[in-house]
């Protein structure tokens, strides 16, 4: 069985803040450490429930997070930035199935350190076919175009509630409770990684659920923090202008959908450098 697990940061046990999750910050480090063990608990757990292969995509920011001399000796490491397809690069449909580490809930929704793609206050909801999307959706999305299931996610009671609504038969791992964007309930450690290991286990062991297949055309509507990122969002090719701070386009597949997002946020992050 191949496995590839899509990393983010937002979503370990222990994280409250963007400070955490900023390799800049003092607090970095220890948070860096529990990224760590929730990485290798999954990827030990992941091996020892019938997995042969296991691929670990580092999906966090600068995307040079997962220390390799750290990481499970049998799992391989896609590491930087700059690399097409983000959160998902290197997966193709050679994989049995996805795993999503770490994941958080998605812009416009409660949650700790909610967002979709960056924390910065780029975009206030991407709706994709009418409906309210995040990283977990886009993530599952192109894992669907592969004809891969998702079969796990980790991270906060959030975006378990999204993950249950968009993706029903997924196994669901939460290692934190939210009490505001920068405040939760946490657990243990020692309990966050039993979890973790714990949900690779049934989720590799059971029958997979089908894969996430997003009806195409794909409708994308993204609502921007403000006008003036919009503006700057209509200078993608096919962009269309559906109100002060919404921007529309239209994708012919999932592959494109999430391309034309990361290009539509790209752009309108411009102006926070304007």
Known sequence: MKLYISVDMEGVGGIVDIAQTDESHREYPRAQGWLMEEINAAVESALNSGASEVLVNDAHSTKRNILLDELHPRAELISGSQRPMGQVAGLDGSFDAVALLAYHARAGNFGILAHTRAWTSVVAELRV???????????????????????????????????????????????????????????????????????????????????????????LEVDFASQSMADYAMDLPGAVRLGGITVGYTAPDALTAYQAYAALFGLAGRELGS
Not at 132 to 148: C, D, I, K, Q, W
Not at 152 to 177: F, Q
Not at 203 to 217: D, E, M
């Open 129 to 219: 076919n009418g409906s309210p999307f995040g990283e977990t959706g886009l993530s599952a999305m192109v894992a669907g175009h592969y004809g891969v299931p998702v079969v796990l996610i980790t991270g906060d009671d959030i975006v378990n509630a999204e993950a249950r609504e968009l993706l029903p038969k997924v196994e669901r791992v939460i290692v934190k409770y939210a009490l505001s964007r920068y405040a939760a309930r946490l657990l243990p450690r020692q309990e966050v990684l039993r979890r973790i290991s714990a949900g690779m286990e049934r989720a590799l062991q059971r029958a997979f659920p089908a894969p996430f297949v997003v009806t195409t055309p794909i409708h």
